[in-house]
């Protein structure tokens, strides 16, 4: 499935060209809300700096053939230690939205972490995909629609939640309101209450303002495994794990809440140290390359997750998209690993940095 604009939109052949080829053939509110961050954009920039700035080692003549890519996490074996990071409001990138998601991400073995802000039902992405999901959640200020949903994701055959615990308000995303964001006509957002009550945007909805407490309630009404997503700072890390976490992703949402945090990959060794091997840590902002995820690996993290390059290729290609950037960063990260000298994910430690 291509898009009608551009017939030749799943033969890119890496993610970091993927940007410029969506500017072309995107709306121009559609590019914006992906490409753009809050206030100055900084952190964005350093995101990406971060990953340019860490060199590796190569080791030579130590007959790596073909390296293990997969990783057990939270009960569930993946092929590969990317997911695809939670991006709400996909049928505004391409028509069918979260379902073609589903399917490249099926067709490419890779897990995805679906978005609450969704335009489709979390049953119907279940029903279209054909790898792990888990689904990302916001708290609410009806609890009672938060179990529901939370619910829900269960009976559908969810793996995990990942709360987000860093957005009790968005950040200055001020190329976001100069782009006049909005859903297309009919388009909703099942998995928000708060949004379609009279008055309230869709670019700043009323939220309850997440503490602590609040992630021991979720944790007390569901079994599944449980991930903070917006973890920044050691003693968070800590507190998360006391209050049930069962892993933790490390991110600055992608730049687009409090500029000047600094960049993900850099916060990351300090995570590690505080989690003490305890729980996954996991580790998004700025992956464009295999290499950015064997850095990632170096540095401790146990997954990473690949966020805007797939909407760029949702919006290109469709499904057929989507799964060719999977299959692209996959490809990339077996080529740095044989070139490096690393057989498996184990073998993947500090000694590879310079």
Not at 27 to 36: D, I, K, L, R, W
Not at 131 to 141: D, V
Not at 147 to 155: L, S
Request: contains cysteine; charged residues 20%.
């Amino acid at each position: 499935m291509t898009n009608p604009l551009n017939p030749l939109s799943t033969e890119f052949v890496s993610l970091p060209e993927l940007e410029e080829l969506a500017r072309e053939c995107m709306p121009a509110m559609a590019y914006e809300y992906v490409a753009s961050g809050a206030a100055d954009e900084i952190t964005i920039r350093w995101n990406r700096e971060a990953y340019d700035r860490i060199s590796l080692r190569q080791r030579v003549l130590v007959g790596v053939e073909q390296p293990s890519t997969t990783v057990t996490m939270l009960g569930t074996t993946l092929p590969f230690p990317f997911l695809l990071a939670p991006v709400g409001y996909q049928k505004v990138l391409h028509p069918d939205g979260e379902i073609a998601t589903a399917k490249g991400a099926g067709a490419a073995g890779a897990a995805w972490v679906v978005s609450s802000a969704s335009n489709t039902s979390l049953e119907e992405i279940a029903e279209a995909a054909s790898a792990p999901l888990w689904f990302q959640l916001y708290l609410q200020s009806d609890r009672e629609f938060t179990k529901d949903v939370v619910d829900r994701a269960a009976t559908a055959g969810y793996r995990a939640l990942c709360l987000t615990v860093d957005t009790p308000v968005l950040g200055a995303r001020n190329r976001q309101t100069r782009s006049r964001f909005q859903l297309p006509p009919g388009v909703d957002t099942p998995h928000l209450s708060d949004i379609r009550k009279p008055g309230r945007s869709i670019l700043n909805p009323t939220r309850v303002v997440p503490s602590w407490k609040d992630v021991e309630w979720l944790r007390s009404i569901t079994k599944l495994p449980l991930v903070l997503k917006g973890i920044l700072d050691g003693s968070d890390a800590q507190h998360a794990i006391a209050s049930g976490a069962d892993g933790v992703l490390v991110s600055n949402h992608g730049g687009r809440n409090l500029d000047t945090v600094r960049a993900s990959i850099d916060v990351l060794p300090e995570i590690v140290a505080a989690v003490d091997s305890r729980v996954p840590v996991l580790v998004d902002g700025g992956i464009r390359r295999g290499t950015d995820v064997l850095k990632a690996l170096a540095r401790g993290a146990t997954a990473v997750l690949l966020g805007r390059p797939y909407c760029y290729a949702l919006a290109l290609g469709g499904a057929a998209g989507v799964e060719r950037a999977i299959e692209i960063l996959r490809t990339e990260l077996e080529m740095a690993m044989i070139l490096s000298g690393r057989e498996s994910l184990a073998a993947i430690d500090g000694s590879l940095l310079a």
